[in-house]
């Protein structure tokens, strides 16, 4: 079955401060596209960063920055500099078949 | 450039009763699929159109159906609504298959009672 697991419900960090976020996935495919979501309290889901798999460099945006590990199926999300707008719930998620699989989400608590 | 735009904001409806809700996509986006967010089944894949056609279905009962139209823009409809349908309806589109990354818009909050 494809599956997607974030193994952290909740992280805090103090504002300025980098904190990464886990992610594993399972998958029999070799080329699929993982991504990173942000949903603040506004509900709006915001795409945060993408990976294509076949890629082996890690993707960045700015403050954000993947650590891919396709061997491991592991795509875990770096924030350096927290900002308290960073705070939200953070899904990450794969494509697949037309349809995104998700995992369960991330609390993001930053401190100021 | 305009998002992707889903109406009503907030729906509230009764058992037995159904619903549409509306999902106008970004323009040139042909994808549009829809999830639905529930704080115990998290988000869960309901179908995808594109071009009209529907590639993909997610395991949900048949009281789930959606369309897409010709200019893309799509509707939900549930019909014989339950309690257990409560959620945030979220739509999404895209240029192909997602590839460059869906874009969301704000969703419908559908509370049933």
């Known amino acids: 079955a494809q599956t997607v697991t974030q193994s952290q419900p909740e992280m805090s960090v103090q504002e300025a401060e980098t904190v990464t976020l886990s992610c594993t996935y399972d998958?029999?495919?070799?080329?699929?596209?993982l991504f990173w979501y942000k949903q603040p309290p506004s509900r709006q889901m915001i795409l945060v960063i993408r990976q294509e798999a076949y890629k082996q460099q890690n993707a960045t945006e700015n403050r954000f920055s993947v650590n891919f590990q396709k061997a491991a199926k592991s795509f875990s999300l770096k924030i350096s500099d927290s900002q308290l707008g960073d705070a939200a719930m953070y899904f990450c998620a794969y494509s697949s078949n037309y349809q995104l699989i998700w995992g369960a989400g991330t609390k993001l608590i930053i401190k100021p | 450039k305009a998002g992707v735009t889903q109406t009503p904001r907030y729906l509230i409806k009764t058992r037995g009763q159904q619903v549409t809700l509306s999902c106008s996509p970004i323009?040139?986006?042909?994808?549009v699929s829809w999830y639905q967010q529930t704080p115990g089944q998290g988000l869960q894949f309901l179908f995808e159109?594109?071009?009209?056609?529907?590639?993909n279905k997610g395991n949900f009962p048949g009281r789930f159906s959606g369309r897409q139209f010709s200019n893309s823009r799509s509707e939900m409809n549930v019909s014989t609504l339950e309690l257990g349908d409560s959620a945030l309806y979220l739509c999404?589109?895209?240029?192909?298959?997602?590839?460059?990354?869906?874009?969301f818009g704000s969703g419908t909050r559908l509370t049933v009672v």
């Open positions: 998958t029999s495919e070799s080329d699929y596209y």
């Open positions: 999404a589109s895209s240029l192909e298959a997602g590839e460059g990354g869906y874009t």
């Open positions: 159109y594109f071009s009209e056609t529907q590639r």
């Open positions: 323009s040139g986006h042909r994808s």
